[in-house]
């Protein structure tokens, strides 16, 4: 075996001693493929809504999605301190290209078209969808999907729950606004009927920012719809690393609970199913 020459063999020792810290930093908090080594970047919403976050206040760690955060964080190593937030719209969010975050949590919804462009983690949470109007609405007292393509809607950009509306209830021309208070806005204006949300979100609408509005049932899975998963711009190396300490997460039970703490629905809502 031909033995390499002394510049050669010294240049690699070189390399290997320089490249070895940043393996051994790798999965801890300064692991030098975080967006800033030494905190956990996370983006969301701006602004975000109980009962995912409450008191538009992502770093209070009050409601289910950022409690969940910093869960996930102390299971891969970080201190609380460590973890910054990134607001920025849904459409931001979800769009291909690079990202200001390491991964984002929004009510991000797993399907097969972002996938194109994004990388998931495991899916973390699957809600059912609510129809939210005012009292007399054209959607009152319905009983079928034609009853309800009778009704004007309204959705936010970009959502699943506007693809909800299109291609499961067979909705036209749905009036599409840039974010929710949109959407709540024009259905207290008058402009729209109704709306489709996941349940949690609807439970804190009709409680708190449309309290004249009611629930009136809930309708069927998208089967398009895997549920809400952790966003990473795509060919993020972090991807296996947060889906490991995720699914310990959701293994111990702990997603469990944050989700009865957080996302309580009501069992005897009127389900509508075709």
């Not at 201190?79 to 937030?85: E, G, I, N, R, S």
């Amino acid at each position: 075996m031909t033995a390499l020459p002394k510049s050669l063999a010294a240049s690699a020792a070189a390399l290997l001693l320089l490249s070895a810290p940043a393996w051994a930093e790798e999965r801890t908090p300064m692991d030098p493929r975080l967006v800033s080594p030494g905190q956990l970047t996370v983006g969301t919403g701006d602004p975000v809504f109980p009962p995912w976050m409450l008191n538009n206040d992502p770093a209070s760690g009050e409601g289910f999605e950022n409690a969940l955060v910093y869960a996930l964080a102390a299971e891969m190593g970080f201190d609380a301190d460590q973890v910054a937030w990134v607001g920025q719209t849904f459409e931001q969010t979800i769009a291909p290209g690079p990202k200001p975050f390491d991964f984002a949590i929004q009510q991000i919804s797993v399907t097969e078209a972002r996938a194109e462009v994004v990388d998931f983690s495991q899916v973390y949470f699957q809600p059912d969808k609510a129809v939210i109007a005012l009292p007399g609405s054209a959607v009152e007292g319905a009983t079928s999907f034609a009853e309800l393509r009778e009704a004007r809607w309204g959705a936010t950009i970009g959502t699943t729950d506007l693809a909800y509306l299109e291609d499961i209830l067979g909705v036209e021309g749905a009036a599409v606004y840039d974010d929710q208070i949109g959407v709540f806005q024009a259905m207290l204006a008058g402009q729209i009927d109704a709306t489709v949300v996941a349940l949690p979100t609807a439970l804190f609408a009709t409680a708190v920012q449309i309290e004249d509005a009611e629930i009136v049932a809930l309708l069927p899975a998208d089967e398009n719809d895997r549920g809400h998963g952790l966003l990473f711009q795509a060919g993020n190396p972090l991807v296996p690393w947060v889906d490991e300490a995720l699914g310990a997460l959701i293994d111990r039970g702990v997603v469990d609970e944050l989700v009865q703490t957080w996302l309580v629905a009501d069992p005897d809502l009127p389900m509508i199913t075709e």
